[in-house]
């Protein structure tokens, strides 16, 4: 029966016109599929980057690519003969209308090439597979650590453009307007983190998880639930639903993060359950996901505020 299928299945592919070519281009395309982190080199400056190659039905390959900024972006098609591969994706934040392009070369576990931008400029590019993050077993926790004194900004540093506007005010951490961003000089591979905060209306923020994977923090009350907004994990993961209380209120955040694992509650409701972060997200400090990483808080999009950051590390396993 299982050699009949086979042979009814092999004289389809023949009628729509698929010859023995497909199966050894189809081989060969195997090794591209996956989850890739990306540094992109712009002169002396680099920048993280992420990619995702799946295969849609039988033969064609498609994708999302995450950049330096805004979200994950869906790759319609990805050619690839050869070794080689090429894809477009449309603009999304960018101010140029033209598509950007993307022509990379597989060579083993790694991968790189070249990306040119809508306005013609050619950067350079290269990644690896990126690591699965799973843990062997159950995690034990540590003491908890309080990551903001009430007091002053001691244990965080102001990182990006813009000078900091970050001050401590009555026990709040305050970020007055747009400027720099605050990361913690500590780094912390899985942990339980609880914070609160309060956004002004229409305000934007979010917050880093490892100083990768950004939770939306914006003024999102009575939005249908998005990616995009309070809950979601920005561009990948929307909550189930929209708990967010009205702008100027102030509000709560836990999250457990093990390995890509998260579990995500606002205001004591669970929006987002043991779920999978596939790579980064915009705005990323760095595409190593296997390290360690701070707590980002975003300074760089308007004003916020925070207040009892405190964030329960994992043990080392023994």
Same mark, same amino acid.
């Given at each position: 029966?299982?050699?009949? !299928?086979? #042979? !009814?299945?092999?004289?389809?592919?023949?009628?729509?016109?698929y010859s023995g070519s497909f199966a050894q281009s189809r081989s060969a395309s195997d090794a591209l599929l996956g989850r890739w982190d990306l540094v992109v080199q %712009?002169?002396?400056?680099?920048?993280?980057?992420?990619?995702?190659?799946?295969?849609?039905?039988?033969?064609?390959?498609?994708?999302?690519? !995450?950049?330096?900024?805004? /979200?994950? %972006?869906?790759? /319609?098609?990805?050619?690839?003969?050869?070794?080689?591969?090429?894809?477009?994706?449309?603009?999304?934040?960018?101010?140029?209308?033209?598509?950007?392009?993307?022509?990379? +070369?597989?060579?083993?576990? +790694? @991968?790189?090439?070249?990306?040119?931008?809508?306005?013609? $400029?050619?950067?350079?590019?290269?990644?690896?597979?990126?690591? /699965?993050?799973?843990?062997?077993?159950? %995690?034990?926790?540590?003491?908890?650590?309080?990551?903001?004194?009430?007091?002053?900004? $001691?244990?965080?540093?102001?990182?990006?453009?813009?000078?900091?506007?970050?001050?401590?005010?009555?026990?709040?951490?305050?970020?007055?307007?747009s400027g720099a961003n605050l990361v913690t000089s500590r780094k912390f591979d899985d942990f339980k983190l609880h914070l609160e905060f309060r956004v002004p209306k229409g305000a934007n923020s979010g917050v880093y998880l490892r100083g990768r994977y950004e939770l939306q923090?914006?003024?999102?009350?009575?939005?249908?639930?998005?990616?995009?907004?309070?809950?979601?994990?920005?561009?990948?993961?929307?909550?189930?639903?929209?708990?967010?209380?009205?702008?100027?209120?102030?509000?709560?955040?836990?999250?457990?993060? !093990?390995?890509?694992?998260?579990?995500?509650? @606002?205001?004591?409701?669970?929006?987002?359950?043991?779920? $999978?972060?596939?790579?980064?997200?915009?705005?990323?400090?760095? /595409?190593?996901?296997?390290?360690?990483?701070?707590?980002?808080?975003?300074?760089?999009?308007?004003?916020? $505020? #925070?207040?009892?950051?405190?964030?329960?590390?994992?043990?080392?396993?023994?």
């Open positions: 029966m299982i050699a009949r !299928v086979a #042979y !009814v299945a092999a004289l389809m592919l023949v009628a729509v016109g %712009r002169g002396t400056q680099t920048a993280p980057s992420w990619l995702e190659v799946e295969r849609s039905g039988t033969a064609t390959l498609v994708g999302q690519f !995450v950049g330096s900024g805004g /979200s994950a %972006r869906p790759i /319609s098609r990805i050619e690839f003969a050869d070794g080689t591969f090429r894809f477009a994706i449309p603009p999304q934040w960018d101010s140029n209308p033209r598509d950007i392009t993307f022509e990379g +070369r597989l060579e083993g576990d +790694r @991968i790189s090439g070249s990306m040119t931008m809508g306005d013609g $400029e050619t950067v350079t590019w290269s990644g690896t597979r990126a690591p /699965s993050l799973r843990r062997a077993g159950p %995690r034990a926790w540590a003491d908890p650590v309080t990551l903001f004194d009430g007091k002053s900004v $001691e244990g965080w540093q102001p990182i990006g453009r813009g000078d900091s506007q970050w001050s401590a005010v009555g026990g709040i951490l305050q970020n007055a307007k923090v914006d003024d999102a009350a009575g939005l249908e639930p998005s990616s995009h907004h309070l809950g979601g994990l920005y561009g990948f993961i929307a909550p189930s639903e929209n708990v967010a209380r009205a702008a100027g209120e102030w509000q709560s955040m836990d999250v457990t993060l !093990v390995g890509r694992m998260l579990t995500y509650a @606002i205001n004591g409701t669970t929006v987002i359950c043991n779920r $999978e972060i596939p790579g980064i997200t915009g705005g990323a400090l760095d /595409s190593a996901e296997a390290d360690p990483g701070p707590l980002l808080l975003q300074g760089d999009h308007g004003p916020v $505020e #925070y207040r009892n950051i405190v964030i329960t590390p994992a043990k080392s396993p023994r």
